[in-house]
């Protein structure tokens, strides 16, 4: 297969030498050249373009037989959001109407679920736009579903947890750094899924995914702050971190919700195998990897 990669960075550059050892030709579509020599290393073409700008698309023939959409905001701000996820998936898809892709895969979030009573969220479950950034994730999964129904675009929408894994993973680095919070008693739920995994689901979706269908993405252990921090203080003879003030939800800069992300569509449809089936097995391997 001929693969386009869209933001080959963290997930899309392992996802591409993946693929690459499996005899697949793959192109990593980045917004500037400064990472070329890291693809071509890695077996991957690089392609210089920005699905936020057309015009950088239209020159380049769109003959792909699959295409991951896993580019990432360079910023936090919904308008960023709006361009980058929503405007660009829709350049993506005006691009490749002539000669759709046979699977078009999508990384969107489980922040489109805004759940906050800790009960246990499935891809049927409501979603919410509790944020604008939440808004413009779920314009561009209707987009995408729309574009599934009406004209047999073959997209499928992968719904990712708080990625983790090398060099990335934000409680982790929040509890080493002495800057955690235990918020409240510790009661919220948190999700997680690593980084390999992430490539794993893909490649699961890639070979297998039904077209028009949605499946999260998670390990499979939602895990309380407070049990979070716990077994990181065991891990590492360190205190709990302290408890962080209160602040109202009016206050609040983001959405903070408390769910249990399902993942036994992906299991079930795609046979999708976790190797970090929990937090437990991928920090304890980021512990050891930072302390050598």
């Given at each position: 297969m001929r693969v386009l990669i869209v933001g080959c960075g963290y997930v899309g550059l392992p996802l591409g030498a993946a693929l690459v050892r499996q005899g697949h030709t793959v192109v990593g579509l980045r917004r500037t050249g400064a990472a070329a020599a890291e693809l071509r290393a890695a077996g991957i073409e690089p392609l210089q373009a920005d699905i936020t700008e057309p015009a950088t698309l239209a020159p380049i023939a769109p003959e792909f037989d699959w295409v991951v959409n896993c580019v990432a905001a360079s910023g936090g701000s919904p308008e960023e959001y709006c361009r980058t996820y929503l405007e660009g998936t829709r350049n993506l898809l005006a691009w490749l109407g002539a000669r759709p892709p046979g699977r078009f895969v999508y990384t969107s979030s489980t922040g489109v679920y805004a759940q906050n009573d800790s009960s246990v969220v499935t891809e049927d479950s409501p979603v919410q736009a509790a944020t604008p950034t939440a808004e413009a994730l779920l314009a561009t999964e209707q987009l995408l579903l729309d574009a599934a129904r009406e004209r047999a675009f073959p997209a499928i929408i992968l719904r990712l947890s708080g990625i983790y894994g090398p060099g990335r993973?934000?409680?982790?680095?929040?509890?080493?750094?002495?800057?955690?919070?235990?918020?409240?008693?510790?009661?919220?739920?948190?999700?997680?899924?690593?980084?390999?995994?992430?490539?794993?689901?893909?490649?699961?979706?890639?070979?297998?995914?039904?077209?028009?269908?949605?499946?999260?993405?998670?390990?499979?252990?939602?895990?309380?702050?407070?049990?979070?921090?716990?077994?990181?203080?065991?891990?590492?003879?360190?205190?709990?971190?302290?408890?962080?003030?209160?602040?109202?939800?009016?206050?609040?800069?983001?959405?903070?919700?408390?769910?249990?992300?399902?993942?036994?569509?992906?299991?079930?449809e795609l046979g999708c195998a976790l190797r970090y089936p929990t937090f437990r097995e991928g920090f304890a391997e980021e512990l050891r990897r930072l302390t050598g």
């Open positions: 993973g934000y409680w982790l680095r929040q509890f080493l750094a002495g800057d955690a919070r235990l918020e409240g008693d510790g009661g919220r739920v948190l999700n997680m899924i690593h980084r390999d995994d992430v490539v794993a689901a893909i490649l699961a979706a890639l070979e297998r995914g039904q077209p028009g269908r949605v499946y999260n993405v998670s390990d499979d252990e939602p895990v309380t702050q407070r049990d979070l921090f716990a077994w990181l203080a065991r891990a590492t003879n360190r205190p709990m971190p302290p408890p962080a003030p209160v602040v109202a939800s009016g206050e609040r800069r983001r959405g903070l919700t408390s769910k249990r992300v399902s993942n036994a569509r992906l299991r079930a």
